[in-house]
């Protein structure tokens, strides 16, 4: 897929089933991020969701990429529990709305759905950027893309340009007090901890970039 100017159904269903895959992988990282800051089940909960998203794509009707986003956004609200199964179910659906009815989408597609879901997200969990959440990696990514589609860049730079924002974003996470969701109950005591919803936005990020740089497995290990 390396030099491809626009995302095939396929690519989608390929990004969807990377980022399941890397969620697998990560599942005790994650677990154990959210074990400084919050009730250690983010990995559980993201893997149990992606999992149940990944069995419904086969069945799809369609080649909609519009109808892929929906559906595994419906799985993660439907299946997840906590904080994360709304908000990344949400993400998914606004992704999904936004490329309706598409069998491809190009990079300022990438960026309305991504606009469209990140406003999906701000909506439901009412977060601003430094309160140590998902969003601390969704919005400079965001910007990141934006600024990369207006300089002119390929898609594959485009979404290098956004994952590489998304990690950068999670790592300033760590030194942040949160204000929002269960490890907002710490107050102070969640400074010096990444922020494991900012760490599953960025792996999001990177399974898109990794997909069309071709680097991705796709796999599950083991
Ligand atoms: P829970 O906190 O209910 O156990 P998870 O552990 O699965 O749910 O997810 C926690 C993550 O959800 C946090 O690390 C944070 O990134 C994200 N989060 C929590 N509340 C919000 C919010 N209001 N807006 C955006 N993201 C949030
Ligand atoms: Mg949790």
Excluded: C
């Excluded at 994360?84 to 992704?95: A, D, M, R, V």
Aim: proline content about 3%; hydrophobic content about 45%.
């Amino acid at each position: 897929m390396s030099g491809a100017t626009s995302i095939s159904y396929d690519d989608v269903v390929a990004w969807i089933n990377t980022f399941a895959a890397t969620i697998r992988a990560q599942k005790d990282y994650l677990t154990a991020l959210d074990s400084a800051i919050g009730d250690a089940d983010h990995g559980i909960n993201m893997d149990r969701g992606m999992q149940a998203a990944i069995a419904k794509l086969p069945g799809l009707p369609a080649r909609d990429v519009g109808a892929a986003f929906k559906s595994v956004g419906m799985t993660l609200v439907s299946t997840v529990g906590g904080a994360s199964g709304p908000l990344y179910g949400t993400f998914f659906l606004q992704f999904g709305t936004a490329t309706a009815g598409r069998e491809s989408i190009g990079v300022d597609d990438v960026n309305r759905a991504l606009d469209a879901a990140i406003a999906g997200i701000q909506r439901l969990g009412k977060a601003e950027a430094g309160d140590k959440t998902m969003l601390d990696a969704l919005l400079p990514a965001r910007d990141a893309l934006h600024a990369a589609a207006e300089s002119g860049a390929s898609l594959e730079e485009a979404l290098a340009r956004m994952a590489e924002a998304a990690e950068q974003g999670m790592l300033a996470t760590t030194p942040l007090v949160a204000r929002k969701g269960r490890a907002s109950y710490l107050g102070e005591r969640s400074a010096g901890h990444q922020d494991p919803g900012a760490t599953s936005s960025y792996l999001l990020l990177k399974a898109a970039a990794d997909t069309w740089s071709g680097s991705a497995s796709g796999e599950a290990p083991g």
